[in-house]
């Protein structure tokens, strides 16, 4: 019998130690996080028109009908705190119902607090009184090429999936003809659910969020960096939104030179640490700027009171500058359109109209005013608010003229 508990007992601490060899640092780090990944399901509710005659628009008083469909979709996320979840904005973007479903597999109603869809970033609130652990925040600024990291989440509905794979690139920036992103690059296999599920070093420390895959190449995959969510976090939980920072400049696309500034405001903190009108803009928290909608993707996640490091060129001398963000001057958004385009609007009636302008080849005195960027606007504020949204970036104007909608593209 003694001779049978030696035995069993050396089995069972072969198995012990070789378990051990086993539990790497990449395991470590998993069994640190994983409670804090959940599963993401959507409910989208879309309606479509439909009539039996070939969709005949002549039918559509007589025989037409509206079909609704509901779609689902799904994703992953992660609690930072407070029963707070990450998550990219498309994955919840236009959904009826969000639910959560964390390690318990139990699933939980979820409710939108706020994001920003040109960061792809969203937050989620549960309510709840379990409290679900959060996970340990890393610093995006700070990584190192070939580091090993763990891309988890959700692909196809699976839970907790994890792979692993090395940052190729720390700053990756993806150019396209509707936008400028800037990601961690990582050959870790990020598959379509896992959009929203964290990206993790073997410290267990979020470095980035599961945006994307490149689907031209296989193998590589790409993460919004984590410091983009700790500098807007604040402020979606504070305004359901991003404040735009005010940089105080104003800049003209040069297909040769790049950005260069066309404008100064004198009481903004840019002129007062000496860039004036004529310097070119070269980069941005070390990042190189050349046209308006990279200047808008980098300024999206800097609300006001942030610091930025900003280089400008001038006569081939690099000049650097520390700014601090301020809030935009009341009604600034009405106050560029006036003096940049000579548009000038007012309420008349139920309508915001054109009272005056200097592009009428484009837009006429009288034209009724009806979105922005997509956006219904009902008075002068919300015109304000959307101009300075969407500052530096395209502003899409919706107007109507003697029976006819058309838009208007403009920058500033």
């Known amino acids: 019998m003694r001779y049978i508990l030696i035995i069993l007992s050396l089995i069972l601490f072969s198995n012990n130690l070789f378990a051990s060899h086993r539990i790497n640092d990449v395991v470590l780090a998993i069994q640190k996080i994983e409670k804090s990944v959940v599963n993401i399901r959507t409910e989208k509710i879309i309606k479509k028109s439909y009539n039996p005659f070939f969709n005949d628009p002549f039918f559509d008083d007589f025989f037409g009908f509206e079909r609704t469909y509901k779609t689902q979709s799904l994703g992953s996320g992660f609690f930072v705190d407070n029963n707070i979840i990450v998550t990219n904005y498309h994955v919840i973007e236009a959904a009826n119902k969000i639910f959560i479903i964390p390690f318990d597999n139990n699933q939980y109603e ?17 309510n709840t009184d379990k409290k679900f652990p959060s996970v ?5 600024n700070h990584l190192y090429l070939g580091e090993t990291v763990i891309a988890m989440g959700n692909p196809y509905g699976l839970s907790n999936s994890v792979t692993t794979g ?9 150019k396209s003809s509707d936008g400028f992103s800037i990601f961690i690059q990582t050959d870790a296999l990020i598959n379509p659910g896992n959009s929203g ?19 031209e190449a296989q193998g590589i995959g790409f993460s919004t960096p984590i410091n983009v969510l700790k500098r807007i976090k604040p402020e979606i939980l504070k305004y ?11 800049f003209e696309e040069n297909e040769d030179k790049g950005l260069v500034i066309s404008r100064v405001e004198k009481n903004s903190i840019a ?3 000496g860039i004036r009108k004529g310097d070119i803009l070269y980069s941005i928290e070390e990042i190189p700027v050349s046209n308006k909608k990279a200047l808008n993707y980098i300024l999206r996640s800097y609300p006001p009171n942030s610091k930025i490091k900003i280089v400008i060129k001038r006569k081939n001398e690099l000049l650097t500058s520390s700014i601090k963000l301020t809030e935009y001057p009341k009604n600034y958004g009405l106050k560029i359109l006036s003096e940049v385009y000579g ?35 009902q008075n002068l504020n919300e015109l304000n608010t959307a101009i300075i949204n969407n500052f530096y970036g395209e502003i899409r104007i919706s107007l109507y003229r003697k029976g006819a909608v058309f838009t208007i593209l403009l920058t500033l």
């Open 110 to 126: 979820a409710q939108l607090i706020g994001g920003d869809k040109l960061l792809d970033i969203a937050l989620l609130k549960i």
């Open 166 to 174: 090395v940052i190729s690139n720390t700053k990756r920036i993806i």
């Open 197 to 215: 599920g964290p990206l993790i070093n073997l410290d267990a420390e979020v470095i980035g969020i599961n945006s994307a895959i490149y689907r």
């Open 136 to 140: 340990k925040l890393g610093d995006s």
């Open 271 to 273: 002129y007062k640490t």
């Open 343 to 377: 548009l000038k609007f007012k309420r008349k009636g139920e309508y915001i109209v054109v009272t005056h302008t200097n592009i009428p080849a484009y837009i006429k005195k009288g034209d009724v005013l009806l979105k922005i960027n997509d956006k219904d606007i």
């Open 240 to 250: 359901k939104k991003i404040r735009r920072g005010f940089l105080g400049i104003l």
